[in-house]
Every structure is written in C-alpha cells, then in structure tokens.
C-alpha cells in the first residue's frame, strides 16, 4: 500500500486470458478511478476557469476553435449529444457575445458557428489556465509512461466511439 492507496504492477495483458476474478477486479477499479479522476479533474478545471464558463462550454469553445467554423449537428455528434441540447448552450454561448452564427452562401439553410473575437480571447485566456493544470499533472509522470497513458486513453475514446 502507497498513499492508503494499494499498488499493483499489473504488466501487459495482450497476450494474457483473464479469467472472470480478474475482469472483475479490473472492472471494479476502473469504475472507481475514472470517476474519481474524472471528478477531481473537472473540479480543477472548473476552480480555474470560475463563473465565466461551465466546463461544457469551454469545450464546445475548444472544438470550434480547432475547427473554425462548425454546425450544430456536428457538434451534437462530436460530443454525444442531442441536437437540442447543443442549441441550448449555443445560445447561452450567443448570448455572451462568445459565438457568432454565419450562413452557408450556397445553401442558406446550413448555418456555422464560428468564434467571436471575444470567444477567441476569453477561449485562449482560459485555455492557458487548463494548460497549466494539465502540465502540473503530466509533470509528476515520466515521458514514457504519459505517452502510453495517452495512447491508452486514444484508444479507449476510438473503441468507445465505435460502440456508439
């Protein structure tokens, strides 16, 4: 035990058949830690980021950002969700003055979301505070051991994404 916490050496298991215990055990302690990771996390992000956004719509900022200019549907896709409950935050997020609506020139019924230029300051402002989160984090673990991590997590996001 570390920390009040136990440690296991849990080596690679590709070629491994794990019997039912074993999935089990698995199972019970990634339902644990990726909540709690999960909680922890967010309420990190959240403590930095105040009132001025919820972390929702720091990421909904984020993929249009990276995208420059998107439609709600892609954005319901993007994210899981109905397309209602995208319209929603996109008109909490209008309404902030942090998203501007523009219409497709050659079929006027497709309308993009694009990023005001208050959006794109209050987005990189808020950024540079997650960034900052985030580098704490990956600080504490060594180069190799992030890099799996993050393919493990890609790879997890692609199986999940298949699922759906």
């Known amino acids: 035990m570390q920390n009040g916490t136990e440690t296991r050496s849990d080596g690679p298991m590709d070629n491994e058949t794990m019997d039912n215990a074993t999935i089990q055990d698995l199972t019970e302690r990634y339902i644990q830690y990726a909540y709690e990771v999960w909680k922890r996390g967010e ?15 720091l990421y909904i900022l984020r993929y249009i950002n990276q995208r420059q200019k998107v439609t709600t549907t ?41 990023l005001t230029q208050e959006g794109k300051e209050l987005f990189h402002k808020l950024q540079d505070k997650v ?24 790879k997890l996001a692609k199986i999940l994404r298949e699922m759906r």
């Open 43 to 57: 309420a990190l992000v959240r403590d930095e980021i105040g009132e001025q956004l919820t972390t929702d719509q």
């Open 74 to 114: 892609e954005l319901a896709d993007a994210f899981g969700v109905h397309k209602s409950a995208i319209t929603a935050m996109i008109a909490r997020l209008t309404e902030k003055g942090l998203i501007g609506r523009t219409q497709d020139l050659q079929d006027r019924r497709i309308v993009y979301l694009n």
């Open 131 to 154: 960034f900052k989160i985030i580098n704490a984090l990956i600080s504490k673990f060594e180069a190799g051991e992030i890099k799996q991590f993050i393919r493990t997590y890609e």
